[in-house]
C-alpha cells in the first residue's frame, strides 16, 4: 500500500467513525451528532402554587431540608401541623447535587394550575385562562421530543404522570396540526387507576390460551381489514403499539399484584404521613423503575390546600419535599438512569404575598394565587418561584446557588431538549427560548 | 258502390276497436319487498365518546343499562391513562371475566353456525355480515378449535369498527 492509499483509507475509516451511529453501554443507539448531555430528564413540577417566602426564602424555617440547605427550625405556631416524617433517604441536601435558582419567574399569564402546567410543558406563556377541556394548543415538550429526537422514541420512553384529573389528562399532546397524539406522551394518573374503582373495572381481565390470542389476532385482523378507518383515526389520544400496549397491559397488572398484596401500604415508612402527591411520586418511580424513560414529567398538588389551610400547606410542601428527594434516590439507584438523569424542579407558579379570609387552627391566613395578568400592578407574588436542577456532577454545576432575578418557566422546556439534544432540531417557527439565551444554563457545565 | 260496402264493412270493426281501446288502464304499484336497511361498515364515520363506548359494551354484553356507579367508575379509570384503545381492551377483558354476561355459550345457534354469525355482527355491529365475512367466521368456527364465542365477541369487540357508529 502507497501513502497516498493509505491516506486515503485511513481518512475513509476514520469520517466513517464519525458518521457512524454510536451503540451506548445502556444499549442506546444514537447518532454521534445528537449531542446529548444525559439521557434521561425528569421534570418534577412541584406544583400547586409554592410561594417562595415558604420555600427557598425560610418564612417558617425550612419546610424543605431534603430540597434545601439552612432555614433553621419550623415556627413553632404551626409545627403541631406538621405530621412525623423520618429522615429523608439522601445524605445531604438535594441542592447540593445541583444549581438554584432562587428566584426563578413565572412572568406572564393568569397564575391558574392548568395555566401554569401549561406553560411549563409547552414552553409558551398563554394570556388568557385556557379551556380546561382542550389540549394546548402549543406543541409540549412531549411532541417535541418523540417528533425532534433523533432516532424518534416511542411513547414508552416518554411519560406524563398526574396526580390529579381534571384538565391534567390533556397535557400529553396539544392541537397543534404538525404535532398531536401520534408524537403525545403515554400519560398515567396512577392516584386513580391503581385505586380500588380501578381494580374493580380492570383488575381482573379475561385471559386467553396462546391459541385463542392468536385467533383473536387474526379475526380481529380481518375484521380491521374490512373496515374503512383506524382506530387512531377516531382521535382518541396516543396508541402504543401492540408489543408495547402488552408491556403497559402487564406493567398495569403488576401494579394492581402489588397493591392487592399489601406493598403499596406505607411503601415508604413515612406512616400515614403519606399522602397523594407522594404517592403520585412513588408510582412515577415504579415507571422509572420499569421502563428507564427518556423523559418524564411528574406533578405534585396537594399543597393547593393552602387556598384554605396554610399549616396544611406547610406540612404538605414538607411532604412533597420528601417526595423529591425520594424520587432522586430512587433515579440513583435504577441502573440506566443513575449518572445519566438531570432533574428539574419547579413549581408552576407561587402564591400571592396578601393572604385570603380563611383562618386555620393555628391562626394563620391562607393564601390564593390571583396576581393580575399585566405582570406589574397589585399583588405579583405568584409569579416568584425557584427552580432547582440537578443532575451528573459532569453536566450539572454541584452547590451552585443563583440568588439574583433569573431565569423563567419557558426556560425549562428548551433545556429538557437540549439535555436530550433535539433542541437544534425544534423549527424557530416553535417560537421557543433559545437554550443560549435561557439564563438556567448558567446550571450546566 | 262497392266503396260504400266496404264502409260499411269496416265501420262497426272501427267502433269495436275504439272501444275496446277506450277500456281503463291498470294502475301498476311497483314495490320493493320490505328490507331492513343497516348501516354497512363503510358508513360508519363517527366514533364514539367515551361514554358512548362504555355504555354500549355494557349493554351488549349484559343485556342491560350501565348501572350509574358503573359508569361513573369507569370513566373515572378512562381519564385515568391515555392510551384509550389499550384502556378500552382492558375494559372489555374485565367485563369478560364478570359473572352475568350473555355471550352465546356455542358458536352455533341449534347447530346452525351461519346463524350464530349473523346475530353476533347485528348484535355487535348493528348490520349484517357480507357474504365475504359469514365465509370467513364460517371457516375459522369450522378449522379452529380454540374459537369460542367469546374469542370471537373479543375479537369484534376490540376491533376497530366497535369503535364507530
Known amino acids: 500500500m502507497d501513502r497516498r492509499h493509505f491516506i486515503r483509507k485511513a481518512g475513509l475509516a476514520a469520517a466513517g467513525a464519525f458518521a457512524a451511529p454510536y451503540l451506548l453501554p445502556g444499549g442506546r443507539l444514537f447518532a454521534s451528532s445528537g449531542l446529548r448531555k444525559v439521557n434521561h430528564v425528569v421534570f418534577l413540577l412541584f406544583a400547586g402554587g409554592v410561594r417562595n417566602l415558604e420555600s427557598v426564602q425560610f418564612n417558617d424555617g425550612n419546610l424543605m431540608p431534603n430540597m434545601l440547605s439552612g432555614g433553621g427550625t419550623i415556627s413553632p405556631d404551626i409545627l403541631p401541623a406538621i405530621d412525623f416524617l423520618p429522615p429523608g433517604p439522601l445524605s445531604q441536601p438535594l441542592q447540593n447535587y445541583g444549581t438554584l435558582f432562587r428566584q426563578f419567574r413565572y412572568k406572564e399569564g393568569p397564575t391558574g ?19 380546561i377541556r382542550e389540549a394546548p394548543c402549543n406543541p409540549t415538550v412531549f411532541e417535541y421530543y418523540r417528533k425532534h429526537n433523533s432516532p424518534q422514541q416511542t411513547a414508552l420512553n416518554s411519560w406524563w404522570v398526574a396526580n390529579t384529573l381534571g384538565p391534567y389528562p390533556a397535557l400529553n399532546y396539544s392541537s397543534d396540526p404538525g404535532y398531536g397524539p401520534a408524537y403525545g406522551a403515554n400519560f398515567i394518573s396512577p392516584n386513580f387507576l391503581i385505586s380500588q374503582d380501578g381494580f374493580d373495572t380492570l383488575g381482573d381481565p379475561s385471559s386467553f390460551s396462546t391459541a385463542e390470542a392468536a385467533a383473536i389476532r387474526n379475526i380481529r385482523k380481518f375484521a380491521n381489514g374490512v373496515f374503512n378507518k383506524s382506530y387512531t383515526d377516531s382521535g382518541q389520544g396516543i396508541v402504543n403499539t401492540e408489543s408495547e400496549a402488552q408491556q403497559l397491559q402487564q406493567f398495569i397488572s403488576d401494579l394492581y399484584g402489588k397493591a392487592q398484596s399489601g406493598q403499596y401500604i406505607n411503601p415508604w415508612g413515612v406512616g400515614t404521613s403519606m399522602n397523594s402527591d407522594m404517592y403520585n411520586v412513588m408510582f412515577a418511580e415504579e415507571i422509572i423503575q420499569q421502563f428507564k424513560p427518556e423523559l418524564l414529567v411528574v406533578n405534585m398538588q396537594d399543597v393547593d390546600i393552602g387556598h384554605f389551610d396554610f399549616s396544611q400547606y406547610a406540612n404538605n410542601l414538607r411532604k412533597a419535599d420528601w417526595a423529591a428527594a425520594h424520587l432522586w434516590s430512587i433515579i440513583q439507584s435504577t441502573p440506566g438512569m443513575a449518572n445519566d438523569t438531570v432533574l428539574v424542579i419547579a413549581p408552576e407558579h407561587g402564591r400571592n404575598f396578601s393572604p385570603n379570609t380563611s383562618v ?38 454541584q452547590g451552585f446557588v443563583v440568588n439574583s432575578v433569573e431565569g423563567e418557566s419557558t426556560e425549562i422546556v428548551p433545556v429538557i431538549a437540549n439535555m436530550l439534544g433535539f433542541d437544534n432540531n425544534i423549527p424557530g417557527s416553535a417560537g421557543l427560548k433559545s437554550y443560549n439565551q435561557c439564563d438556567l444554563a448558567q446550571a450546566f457545565y | 258502390m262497392k266503396a260504400f260496402r266496404i264502409i260499411n264493412f269496416f265501420t262497426p270493426l272501427l267502433l269495436v276497436l275504439m272501444l275496446a281501446s277506450c277500456e281503463k288502464e291498470k294502475d301498476y304499484i311497483y314495490e320493493v319487498n320490505p328490507v331492513n336497511v343497516q348501516q354497512g361498515g363503510s358508513t360508519k364515520n363517527n366514533a364514539k365518546s367515551t361514554v358512548e363506548f362504555v355504555t354500549i359494551a355494557w349493554a351488549d354484553l349484559f343485556g342491560t343499562q350501565i348501572p350509574q356507579q358503573e359508569l361513573v367508575k369507569l370513566n373515572t379509570v378512562y381519564s385515568a391513562f391515555g392510551d384509550k384503545k389499550l384502556i378500552e381492551d382492558r375494559i372489555l377483558l374485565n367485563l369478560l371475566n364478570k359473572p352475568g354476561i350473555q355471550v352465546p355459550a356455542a358458536t352455533n345457534v341449534n347447530g346452525d353456525t351461519l346463524k350464530f354469525i349473523q346475530n353476533t355482527y347485528k348484535k355487535l355491529y348493528n348490520r349484517s355480515p357480507d357474504a365475504f365475512e359469514q365465509y370467513y367466521m364460517k371457516e375459522q368456527i369450522r378449522l379452529n378449535t380454540a374459537i369460542s364465542a367469546t374469542v370471537i365477541w373479543y375479537a369484534l369487540m376490540s376491533a376497530d369498527e366497535y369503535r364507530y357508529y
Open chain 1, 360 to 397: 386555620d387552627a393555628y391562626g394563620r391566613l391562607a393564601l390564593d394565587h390571583t396576581a393580575p395578568t399585566d405582570g406589574t400592578s397589585g399583588d405579583q407574588m405568584a409569579r416568584e418561584i425557584f427552580c432547582l436542577i440537578v443532575g451528573p456532577p459532569t453536566v450539572v454545576k
Open chain 1, 113 to 131: 394550575h392548568y395555566n401554569g402546567h401549561t406553560v411549563a410543558v409547552t414552553g409558551q406563556y398563554v394570556s388568557t385562562d385556557l379551556n
